[in-house]
């Protein structure tokens, strides 16, 4: 046995230094996985000269004011409840931005303790580490079912930083969503391949830690597209001859695989079901949310001419729904979904280096390819009739909408099928057969290459010369139009650099081992070079750095708000004590975007009600049963010195003292809910309502002590 110097070796000295690779390669690959999207956006999480890439679009307004003040109560050791500061007044801990329940969060309030605060910046780079855990677990799952490192390792590096997984980093919570999705299918796999109890038991923990973090992570359209991603990959498991052709598991204990699967499933289930259910409850209050409006449901249109764009020229697909994954990856699958079904012949390496699904077999590349198409056909919306019948009859389904959004889950499936196109592709470089029959190979292949790239070069050009550009793009990405000649230029050199080196491979210095990998690099600085100048780019901007974070003392800001005028201006939680009464679009609870609409007659008196004139924000009056906000005011005016005086208020509790001077109504100009109770005196009382949708209790004539308490149900013990 020879070493790497050409010097012969004892036997176990090599066996020795084989293992130490082994181990080596067990620790390197993941933390180069792991790492590899912190590298390839690096300007989003360190500022260079002064300055870095911030994330725009919802990402402060939906997500970092969400965090900040979630992290500011739980550093505290306070567990918020209501958020008093928007849309006066919305639930907070189901409210899916603000990611109450994501387990991850304890890392972030140690962040928070630790270094005084949290900045945007700081949420930058928890976004991009959301990446980094989709990139680990994806690569962890293809290599369950592919044998070759190689091929795994460039699939899960190009589709960890595909178009549809950087367009998300403006929603964090939709990346820590997605960024569990691998583990999931990574955890399954395991559990039918474990050889002892332990081993599945481990898997099973980490399979309900993984779907706990799906369903928590704040972003419930993701949480439920994963149906379409679990479901199909659960029939490849339970079904022998697709998990035999597909996986390659071998013989499986299903008395210890099955009960895991399911007991770690329902373990999950249960744990999340009082979130999952709160949150149910609260859509039908809200506006557009109810699940009987299909306009609402198809409103933004993905069709064919976007899955076109997404996969050869972005600038022409919905950036909802593209997931551009460069024409260097899209060429290496078509020369394989276009290659003869033949078994590989590896030479050089060992036979078990390929699982059998590997070999080209035209069963595993027509279901990838259905499954593909299934997800496409149903992102189609309105002109689907697939998605029109799930619209009808898939419980939760019509409550979604803008379903190019589904296409996220179709990142692990293209890297399963990018995976195996790259083996099959390695399989042609570095095969030492030469001669006659290496070109009856190589020959074929260069046709089918030079076939499929015409074909994409064509609707390129005629996207191009035709000024064809999606919505988004003339909306918000003007500034980028120069660009999108790049991807034409650069999907010619990806096809330049595949025909190269096929013929290259053909020479007899091609064969030798380290040949393949150093393709593997070129395609993949190739690909990186396809995507990443215009990948970073979209929903960002240079920013200038201040050093520093936020802290903030919520018991505080909630408490001085009531010497504080409101603000009328959409907006979402605010991190001071000036709190809103605006509303976003499609959002916060239908019975106060309907009192908003009803009253738009009369807008000042309207301003002195929500405490924007004045910021008085309590009321007494005789009466409730008014039409008219005006009305309401002239009752109340006559008792504006006897509506009484803070005792103390934390945002989920109001503690009030009054002398009523006559029997009356105290009105709080907060949204209720369900959850909402009050006592007088120390005694229960039923909350009555005011314009539907503002809390009042009444009282008797004389001193009472006020108390409003959130406290739903699920908190009640």
């Known amino acids: 046995m020879k070493n790497s110097k050409g010097k012969t070796m004892p036997l176990h000295n090599a066996a020795g230094e084989q293992d130490r690779r082994l181990r080596l390669a067990r620790i390197a690959l993941p933390a180069v996985v792991f790492l590899w999207p912190l590298v390839y956006l690096f300007r989003l999480v360190v500022p260079i000269n002064g300055e870095y890439t911030a994330i725009g679009n919802d990402f402060i307004s939906l997500y970092y004011r969400y965090k900040i003040y979630l992290l500011a109560n739980l550093a505290e050791f306070r567990f918020p409840l209501w958020s008093p500061s928007e849309a006066a007044g919305f639930p907070f801990y189901t409210n899916p931005f603000a990611q109450v329940f994501y387990p991850l969060n304890l890392l972030l309030v140690a962040w928070y303790k630790i270094l005084g605060g949290y900045s945007s910046l700081d949420h930058q780079l928890f976004t991009v580490l959301g990446i980094s855990i989709f990139a680990l677990g994806l690569f962890m799952w293809l290599k369950t079912i592919n044998k070759n490192v190689t091929a795994v390792l460039f699939a899960t590096l190009i589709m960890s930083v595909s178009f549809k997984v950087t367009e998300i980093i403006r929603f964090p919570n939709a990346v820590h969503t997605a960024a569990w999705y691998p583990w999931v299918l990574y955890a399954m796999t395991k559990i039918i391949q474990s050889q002892s109890l332990k081993k599945a038991i481990w898997h099973g923990f980490l399979l309900a830690f993984s ?10 359209y ?64 809200v506006t557009d949310r109810n699940g009987t409006d299909f306009a609402f449901s198809t409103e933004h249109v993905f069709n064919l001419k976007d899955t076109a764009g997404s996969l050869v020229y972005p600038p022409d697909a919905s950036t909802e729904g593209w997931y551009f994954f460069s024409i260097t990856a899209l060429l290496i699958i078509l020369m394989y979904l276009f290659s003869r079904n033949r078994k590989i012949q590896n030479s050089g390496q060992n036979k078990n280096d390929l699982n059998c699904a590997s070999a080209g077999g035209a069963a595993i590349k027509l279901f990838l390819f259905a499954w593909i198409a299934t997800i496409t056909y149903i992102s189609y919306g309105r002109s689907s009739y697939l998605f029109m019948f799930l619209w009808k009859f898939l419980p939760g389904f019509s409550s979604l909408r803008i379903w190019g959004r589904i296409n996220i889950i179709m990142v692990p499936i293209i890297a399963w099928l990018l995976s195996l196109a790259y083996a099959h592709f390695e399989s042609l470089i570095a095969d030492k057969i030469a001669g006659a029959e290496k070109q009856s190979k190589i020959r074929p292949a260069i046709l089918t290459l030079a076939a499929v790239y015409a074909v994409i070069l064509a609707v390129q050009l005629y996207f191009y010369v035709n000024d064809i550009y999606g919505v988004y793009w003339v909306e918000y990405f003007k500034h980028l139009t120069p660009l999108r000649i790049n991807f034409i230029i650069r999907g010619l050199m990806s096809f330049t650099i595949i025909v190269v080196l096929v013929i290259f491979s053909k020479r007899a210095r091609a064969s030798r081992r380290y040949y393949p990998k150093l393709a593997m690099v070129i395609l993949l600085a190739t690909a990186v070079l396809e995507m990443r100048y215009m990948a970073v780019q979209i929903w960002t901007h240079q920013q200038q750095w201040e050093p520093g974070r936020i802290k903030l003392d919520i018991a505080q800001m909630n408490e001085t708000s009531f010497r504080y005028k409101r603000i009328d201006r959409n907006f979402t939680i605010a991190l001071n004590p000036i709190f809103s009464v605006g509303v976003i679009e499609n959002w916060y609870f239908n019975s106060y975007v309907k009192f908003l609409k009803n009253t ?29 906000v005006t009305s309401f005011l002239r009752d109340a005016s006559r008792y504006a010195t006897a509506s009484g005086r803070l005792l103390s208020y934390d945002g989920d509790e109001l503690d009030w003292q009054i002398e ?42 004389g001193r009472h002590r006020v108390r409003f308490c959130y406290l739903p149900e699920v908190f009640q013990w």
């Open 211 to 220: 779907i706990i973090c799906i369903c928590t992570g704040g972003y419930p």
């Open 222 to 285: 993701f949480s439920y597209y994963s149906i379409f991603l679990f479901t199909p990959y659960l029939l490849v498991i339970l079904i022998r001859p697709l998990r035999i052709r597909f996986i390659d598991a071998g013989p499986v204990n299903w008395k210890r695989s099955l009960p895991t699967l399911v007991l770690a499933g329902v373990a999950a289930v249960v744990i999340c079901s009082p979130y999952i259910l709160a949150v149910k409850s609260l859509m039908p209050l």
């Open 600 to 628: 738009e007659n009369e807008l000042e008196a309207r301003r002195v009600l929500l405490g924007v004139a004045d910021g008085t924000r309590i009321f007494f009056s005789e009466s409730i049963q008014h039409s008219t």
């Open 660 to 701: 009523a001077p006559t029997a009356g109504y105290l009105s709080f100009i907060d949204n209720w809910a369900p959850g909402w109770k009050a006592w007088v005196d120390g005694q229960p009382t039923d909350i009555e309502l005011l314009f539907g949708t503002f809390k009042c209790v009444r009282l008797t004539p």
